[in-house]
Structure formats: structure tokens, C-alpha cells
């Protein structure tokens, strides 16, 4: 037989292998044997060898092993054995083995090292197992590498295969909660020595229970594989998507810390989400609601940040859902608040704490008001005024939602037979009540008890009652118009918006919702034709229209112009108790006069809260009265000559610089120089922070940012005084601009 084999190419035919003092001579014979199973094991391609010299070059390769590179040996020899493979570019901070070309440099001995072979263009990746040993002489001198190698290439398929099974949900195809974990934990320690940043999104699907209650479990897992491709499409390369389990999704973003970014980014996410889904026929509309935490930030560790971002989404599913929430140190007493809130709103019913206010329905031609709309309010003995938006999604979250839209629907019904006669009066239905298939003998008792007459009833239904079963939908409908009530589709276009169930169902009225008249008379904004298509399409429908949320006289002149029936929004009034009410119809005073800026401007948020302001080397306190997207109002300093620039420190790293732009003793008005963006509640925060990173540079203790007043809220004392400024003199000759 030929000696072709790795030892007798590499030492010669009459070569031995050296021996240990006690190990016995080996015969020729023997030697023979030895290379013929060498050989045997080459050809069988059980295995391969090769050996380099002190430079790394092949001087020997296995011949089978070359063919599998698409060459033969001989034209292989004297190549780097690094350029066989491909470098792994992968900066995954889960991976822990050392590349080849360093193995190799430092004379490492390595075993089992899977590498991927470069064989050009080929469509299909090779991976080999390749082990390898340092090899010196008697002097210890180095003399190359000695070393096998194996295709590997379908028992990785295999490991990879039953590793994605592991890491991923075999549902969506997405990475499964285990797999997240330890991926944002492995993140997170590489990024803090990197100081880096990256955020994380919490995402929980609202009203998903519903579609798997009247669809079924199959149309449910349906739903949860298109809203994963939805994901997909929307995050592309910018991140990694989780499935945590049920309804629950995670987004992890590196190196993504600007929260104007960021709540684009969920805006985006909520309104895609949001869209109609076509499950076997069926139409299904579910919704989202988002939080974000961004590391360093929030949270430096994994369990922080999750725990941050957890809080955030916790406030977005009280703020109403469809809403995303930064995270801020105050959500932590927001959850024992909201809790609370849920615990005393169970007695507010029976303590009659609840009332019914009600807001004119303004007719565009007459200004008379053709009705009013029931509005919910809950003074609480120890907290005062509630907002409508913490209390009401904490109660359709509960089962407290039948019992106080029942008891609405009486009051309203019977307050509204003591208006003048034809006035309508309008009532909100969640669509937990519009689920109950007993809400129209609610409604049948409402009106007899109180002997309104059934035109006279207005029920406004958001277009979330049309994810459910559409039969369901359609038999509740034709029982409530069978009752003699109106219908009317409230906040027009905010999410689920079709024109499909425009043509279906029995609607009297639609209204258009108050973010399309906000800002429709500002320069380059395209509200002002979506609220013309809605007013040409209603009345191309027969139905009438009410545009929502009219404050200033520019507005109104424009939804008075597009052609808008009704108006309802502050520029007429605000909504009045019903003593209130029957005073003004007593008195023949039921004309509401037009009252309100002359232009839009974006809004200014009223508010009371200590801040600093930075000017030079010197920190003032000063006190924020309101604060808008493009500037803020502050008191507390006295002589701040216009023109001075300023920082503005809002809490919890937020520096704004701005300019004065008004000054007048001891208040000035301020215009930022980067504007403010929303928080995703009511507040406005800085687009970034001061990285704690920077912080820990200057000498503090790496954490997350300590706490502060955020987002910028009210500030008062615990009997509701708002706390005041103590004021101090800015010395501009010390301090020039």
C-alpha cells in the first residue's frame, strides 16, 4: 500500500513514534498497520488531519479534506490554515470562545472548535470541527501544529434545530422568555462595560382574552402569529422581539436612548397592532398597550430594567390602554395610588361620591345645544377631584364597570327628562357593557324608569366593540335600535377605523376625534382633510357629525367651515353639574357664547413643581408654572435680563437649555432650545438624559438615576396646596451671559 497517509507523509516510511521508558519497541509490521488504519480513517472520512510549520502554513492535509474544500492538497500547501475558514464577525455577548487566529497566535491547544470553511460562493455553509495541538522540539522550540478536523456540518443543523426549539416560542417563531433573559442579562453586563444604552418595550395585548373567548383558542394562536409578523415588520434589524408567553411581548433596542425615537416607535407599534385581522373569516381588532425603560437610565441590571419597563406598561393600561408609558421613578407610588383607586372606587357607588356632569352638544348654525353628553366624576372625600382617565380604565378592568354604567345610564335618563323637551342627552358605553348580552333590558329599564322617550337617548359606543364575534355585534345593535335609541360612533378614526362597519351598523352620529381638530389650523398639518372626509362621508351616509375637543376661535371657524354639525369642546364650555343646568334652562339661558384664544398653540400644561435652574457655575431653585412642547414659564428669580441662556434642570438627568424670551420681575417665560416630547401620559420629558455613565465619570457611584420630580406634574403639600417659590435675585453682573 502506498504510505499516503499523515505519518508517513510527515515522518517518512521507516519512522517510529518515540517511546516512553517503559513502553515496548514497535515492529515495522506494526508501524505498517498503524498507517493503513490511519489511511482507512482518512478515506472512510471519519476524520481528517493536517499540520502546519512555526508560520502557520499547511505542510500537510488530508486529501478527502481538501475535496470537500473544492481543491486538492497539493495546490493547499503552503496556505495559512486560518484562511480555510471564515472569521466570526458575531459580537454576541452570550458567545465566550476565543476565535481560531487567536487560538492559534497564543499556541493555544484547542478541541472540538466548530469554524465555518470558506468555499466561495457556495449557496450551503460547511462547519467543521477542528482540534489542534502545539507541537515543540527537545529544545522547546516550536515547530507548528498537529491537529484533526471533521465535518460537523448536519449534527449543527441538528444542535441548532433543537437549540431553536429551546430558545424559541413554537408558536410565533419568536425568542421565547428564557431566551430573552439571558440574552438582555448578557446585553446589558457587555453594554455597561461598553457604555452603551438599550432599551427594552413590554408589551400586553388589550382585549386579547375577548378574541379567544368568542373566536376560540385556534383563531387566538392565529392572532398571535400575525401580530408577530406585524412586529417584525415594524422593528426590522433595529432589535429583537420576545414572546414571553400568553399576550406578552418584549422588544429589546440597543443603543436607542432618544425617547423622541423611542415613543415614535411605540406610537407606531400600538397603531399597527391596532388594525383589523382577518382570522378564517373572521374580523378580530385587538389593541396594545407599551412600556419602555432605557438602561443605564432605569435600570442596570436585566431584573431592573425589566422591572421598569414592567411599571411603565403597568400605568399604560391605566392611562386607558392603546398607550405606551416612559418609565419614572413615581410610577412605583402611581401602582400603590392606582390600587387604592380600585379598592375605594368599589364604595364610591354606594357613598354616592359619583356624579354626572354634562357638556353641551353645540349646533353649528344656531348655537343653541341640541344635547348634552353624560360625563362621569368622582369626588373622593380624602383625594378631591379623580380624573375620569385614572379611574374609569381601572374600573373596565374590574367587574366595577357594570355597576357604575348601569348607574349612569339611570341618572343620565332620568336628569335628562327635567332639559327642555327634544334636548339629548348622551351616554358613553364601554364595550364590556356592549358585551353583556342583558345591556338592552338595561336600557329598556332605564327608560321606563325614568319615562324618557327612547329618541331622546344618545348611546356613544367606541369602535372597540366590533373586535369581538361580528354576529353578536350585529344581534346587539338590532336590539338597541329596536328600543327607539340613537347610535352614535365615538372618537372617529383613533385606531380600528373602517369603513366597513360604517355601512353595517345603524349609526345616527359620528364623532370626530379631537386629535384630528387639534392642531388642524396649524400650517402644513393634514387633519383638516381627514375631518373633511369624515364630514363628506357621514353625510354621503345620512349620519351627523360632532367634532370633539374645539378650544380655540380658529378651530372652530375651520369645522364650522368643513361643514361639522355639532360642536363639543371647551370654546363653548366645560362640562356643568345638572343644578348647574336646570338653572340656566329656568333662566332661558341656553345659548353658549364662543370663548377661547383666537389660534391654536400647542398645549401648555399647567403645573407646579420646584425645578433648578443652571445659569454659569451657579444652581438656582426656581418654581415651573406651566410648560408646553417649545417652553415653560418659571418663577422664583429675579433680574434674568432676555436673551440670557439658560439650563433647565427638570430632575432625574432631564437638562433642557433654553432662552428667556419674557421677563418681568421674578417670572419668565422660557423657549427650549430642543423641544419636549411626550412621555406618553399627559407630561413631557427631555428627548435624552445625563447618562449615569457620565455621572459615574465624574466621580459618583455608577447606578440608575436617582429619583426626581418626573414627568413634570403637580407638585402640592398633602392638603393640596401648591408649594411656593421662594425667591431669589440671579446677580448678571457676577454672572454675565
Request: glycine share 8%; hydrophobic share 40%; charged share 25%.
Amino acid at each position: 500500500m502506498a504510505k499516503s497517509g499523515f505519518f508517513s507523509r510527515l515522518s517518512g516510511s521507516d519512522s517510529q513514534p518515540e517511546a516512553g521508558p517503559m513502553a515496548a519497541p514497535i515492529s515495522k509490521g506494526d508501524m505498517q498497520k498503524r498507517l493503513e488504519l490511519l489511511d482507512n480513517f482518512e478515506n472512510l472520512e471519519l476524520g481528517w488531519f493536517w499540520a502546519t510549520d512555526v508560520k502557520g502554513q499547511l505542510i500537510y492535509l488530508s486529501e478527502s479534506a481538501a475535496a470537500a474544500l473544492g481543491s486538492d492538497s497539493t495546490s493547499l500547501l503552503g496556505r495559512q490554515l486560518t484562511s480555510l475558514f471564515i472569521p466570526d464577525k458575531s459580537d454576541d455577548p452570550e458567545k465566550s470562545e476565543r476565535p481560531l487566529p487567536f487560538l492559534i497566535s497564543a499556541r493555544n491547544s484547542f478541541a472540538d472548535l466548530a469554524a465555518r470553511i470558506n468555499i466561495g460562493e457556495s449557496a450551503t455553509e460547511t462547519w467543521w470541527s477542528i482540534s489542534g495541538k502545539p507541537q515543540f522540539d527537545g529544545n522547546s522550540e516550536f515547530m507548528g501544529y498537529r491537529g484533526g478536523a471533521k465535518d460537523i456540518t448536519a449534527v449543527r443543523q441538528r444542535d441548532l434545530d433543537a437549540s431553536r426549539l429551546a430558545k424559541f416560542d413554537t408558536l410565533t417563531g419568536l425568542a421565547n422568555r428564557h431566551s430573552m433573559e439571558k440574552r438582555l442579562s448578557a446585553t446589558l453586563i457587555a453594554y455597561q462595560a461598553a457604555k452603551r444604552s438599550c432599551a427594552l418595550m413590554m408589551l400586553d395585548l388589550d382585549r386579547f382574552k375577548q378574541v379567544n373567548d368568542t373566536l376560540g383558542h385556534p383563531a387566538g394562536d392565529e392572532l398571535l402569529k400575525q401580530v408577530a409578523q406585524r412586529l417584525r415588520t415594524i422593528i426590522g434589524d433595529q432589535g429583537e422581539i420576545g414572546r414571553l408567553g400568553g399576550d406578552e411581548f418584549q422588544i429589546m433596542l440597543p443603543d436607542i436612548d432618544d425617547r423622541g425615537k423611542l415613543g415614535d416607535l411605540a406610537q407606531r407599534v400600538i397603531q399597527m397592532v391596532s388594525q383589523p385581522y382577518s382570522i378564517d373569516g373572521s374580523r378580530a381588532i385587538i389593541g396594545t398597550s407599551i412600556g419602555v425603560a432605557i438602561a443605564p437610565y432605569d435600570g442596570l441590571a436585566a431584573d431592573e430594567l425589566v422591572g421598569a419597563a414592567d411599571l411603565a406598561l403597568y400605568a399604560a393600561k391605566g392611562g386607558g390602554r392603546g398607550q405606551f408609558r416612559f418609565y419614572s421613578s413615581d410610577l412605583k407610588d402611581g401602582a400603590k395610588l392606582r390600587k387604592q383607586i380600585e379598592e375605594d372606587l368599589r364604595d364610591a357607588l354606594h357613598q354616592n361620591q359619583l356624579e354626572l356632569h354634562y357638556q353641551p352638544l353645540i349646533l353649528t348654525e344656531t348655537r343653541q345645544p341640541k344635547g348634552f353628553e353624560a360625563l362621569m366624576r368622582w369626588n373622593h372625600p380624602e383625594q378631591g377631584w379623580i380624573s375620569p382617565g385614572q379611574f374609569i380604565p381601572i374600573a373596565e378592568e374590574t367587574s366595577i364597570i357594570a355597576d357604575i354604567g348601569e348607574w349612569a345610564l339611570m341618572r343620565a335618563c332620568r336628569d335628562a327628562t327635567e332639559w327642555p323637551e327634544g334636548t339629548r342627552v348622551s351616554v358613553n358605553v364601554s364595550a364590556v357593557q356592549f358585551a353583556n348580552e342583558d345591556f338592552p333590558r338595561i336600557v329598556e329599564r332605564a327608560l321606563l324608569s325614568s319615562g324618557l322617550v327612547p329618541s331622546r337617548l344618545e348611546l356613544e359606543i367606541t369602535e372597540s366593540v366590533f373586535m369581538g364575534d361580528p354576529h353578536a355585534t350585529s344581534r346587539m345593535f338590532d336590539q338597541l335600535k329596536q328600543l327607539g335609541v340613537r347610535l352614535a360612533l365615538d372618537d372617529f378614526g383613533t385606531g380600528y377605523s373602517s369603513l366597513g362597519y360604517l355601512r353595517d351598523a345603524p349609526f345616527d352620529k359620528i364623532k370626530i376625534d379631537q386629535s384630528f381638530v387639534r392642531g388642524s389650523t396649524v400650517e402644513g398639518n393634514n387633519n383638516a382633510a381627514i375631518i373633511t372626509a369624515v364630514v363628506s362621508l357621514a353625510n354621503a351616509l345620512k349620519m351627523e357629525t360632532v367634532a370633539e375637543g374645539v378650544e380655540s376661535l380658529d378651530e372652530l371657524e375651520l369645522v364650522t367651515t368643513l361643514g361639522a354639525d355639532q360642536i363639543q369642546g371647551f370654546i363653548f364650555s366645560r362640562a356643568i353639574t345638572q343644578e348647574d343646568l336646570l338653572e340656566r334652562c329656568e333662566g332661558g339661558d341656553l345659548t353658549f357664547e364662543a370663548t377661547g384664544p383666537a389660534k391654536h398653540r400647542a398645549d401648555r400644561k399647567t403645573v407646579y413643581r420646584r425645578i433648578g435652574v443652571i445659569h454659569e457655575d451657579h444652581r438656582y431653585s426656581a418654581v415651573m408654572r406651566n410648560v408646553s412642547v417649545t417652553g415653560a414659564m418659571i418663577e422664583g428669580i429675579l433680574n434674568i435680563p432676555k436673551g440670557t441662556n439658560l439650563v433647565v434642570d427638570l430632575g432625574e438627568g432631564q437638562l433642557a437649555v433654553a432662552t428667556v424670551r419674557r421677563s418681568k420681575d421674578a417670572v419668565q417665560g422660557l423657549e427650549f432650545e430642543t423641544p419636549l416630547v411626550s412621555d406618553g401620559a399627559d407630561g413631557l420629558c427631555t428627548r435624552h438624559r445625563v447618562s449615569p455613565y457620565s455621572l459615574a465619570a465624574a466621580g459618583m457611584p455608577l447606578a440608575a438615576l436617582p429619583p426626581g420630580n418626573y414627568p413634570l406634574v403637580n407638585n402640592q403639600t398633602a392638603d393640596g396646596t401648591p408649594t411656593r417659590p421662594m425667591f431669589m435675585e440671579l446677580d448678571m453682573k457676577q454672572h454675565k451671559t
